[in-house]
C-alpha cells in the first residue's frame, strides 16, 4: 500500500524556516516524480514544488522560487522541503504527492508572529 | 500560465440526480506526445484530495464507474451519473501539459439539496 506521510509542519514566526519531510513506503520511492502542494485554509490547491526521480531537476511556483527548496534521499525514501523566509501568505497545509496519484495527510505550516 | 476555469463553482444537486463540471483551459493541453494531461480531484470534507481521472477520461482504480471525465482541446467536464452522499466536497481540474507551473481550477463544492 502507498503511503506518504508528511511531518514538520508547526508555527514559525515571519522570516523564519521549517523543513517539512515526506516518508514514503509501498512503493519504489526512486522510481517517481513528486510534488508539494498547498492549500490555504478554505481555499484551493496550488503547486508548489516538483522533483524528478533521481533529484536531478526541481521546479518551483514563482511564489516560492529563491526561498524554497525541494530534494529527496532515495535511500531513505524520503522528501523534504526546505522553506526559507517564511511570510504569512505562506500558511498553508502542505500536501506531499507521487505524481499527483498518491497524497499525504497534509502538514500545517502557519507563520505568525 | 495554463489558467484553469472552472464552472460552476457552488453545485447545490439532489440525491441520484446526475452533476456536471465544466473546466476550461487558457490555451490547448493536447501535448506534443498526443496525449492531453487533464486529471480531475475530489477533496471530500477534512481528507487529502483523490485523484478520480487522469489524461481526460480514465479512471482511477477504485473509482465508482459513475464518474466519467470527457473532452477535449480546451474544454473539459467531470460527470456523476448519480449523485450520491459520499459524493459531497470539492472537485478541482488540474493541467499536467504545460508544466511549470502544474496549474489547477478553482475548485467546485458540489453539496446535497
Known amino acids: 500500500e502507498v503511503q506518504l506521510v508528511e511531518s514538520g509542519g508547526g508555527l514559525v514566526q515571519p522570516g523564519g524556516s521549517l523543513r517539512l519531510s515526506c516518508a514514503a513506503s509501498?512503493?519504489?520511492?526512486?522510481?517517481?516524480?513528486m510534488h508539494w502542494v498547498r492549500q490555504t485554509p478554505g481555499k484551493g490547491l496550488v503547486w508548489v514544488s516538483h522533483?524528478?526521480?533521481?533529484?536531478?531537476?526541481?521546479n518551483y511556483a514563482d511564489s516560492v522560487k529563491g526561498r524554497f527548496t525541494i530534494s529527496r534521499d532515495n535511500a531513505k525514501n524520503t522528501l523534504y522541503l526546505q522553506m526559507n523566509s517564511l511570510r504569512a501568505e505562506d500558511t498553508a497545509v502542505y500536501y506531499c504527492?507521487?505524481?499527483?496519484?498518491?497524497w499525504g495527510q497534509g502538514t500545517l505550516v502557519t507563520v505568525s508572529s | 500560465d495554463v489558467v484553469m476555469t472552472q464552472s460552476p463553482l457552488s453545485l447545490p444537486v439532489t440525491l441520484g440526480q446526475p452533476a456536471s463540471i465544466s473546466c476550461r483551459s487558457s490555451?490547448?493541453?493536447?501535448?506534443?506526445?498526443?496525449?492531453?494531461?487533464l486529471n480531475w480531484f475530489q477533496q471530500r470534507p477534512g481528507q487529502s484530495p483523490r485523484r478520480l481521472i487522469y489524461?481526460?477520461?480514465n479512471r482511477d482504480s477504485g473509482v465508482p464507474d459513475r464518474f466519467s471525465g470527457s473532452g477535449s482541446g480546451t474544454d473539459f467536464t467531470l460527470k456523476i451519473s448519480r449523485v450520491e452522499a459520499e459524493d459531497v466536497g470539492v472537485y478541482y481540474c488540474?493541467?499536467?501539459?504545460?508544466?511549470?507551473?502544474?496549474?489547477f481550477g478553482q475548485g467546485t463544492k458540489v453539496e446535497i439539496k
Open positions: 504527492a507521487r505524481g499527483f496519484e498518491y
Open positions: 509501498g512503493f519504489t520511492f526512486s522510481g517517481y516524480w
Open positions: 522533483i524528478n526521480s533521481d533529484g536531478s531537476r526541481t
Open positions: 490555451q490547448s493541453l493536447v501535448d506534443s506526445d498526443g496525449n492531453t494531461y
Open positions: 489524461r481526460v477520461s
Open positions: 488540474m493541467q499536467g501539459t504545460h508544466w511549470p507551473p502544474w496549474t
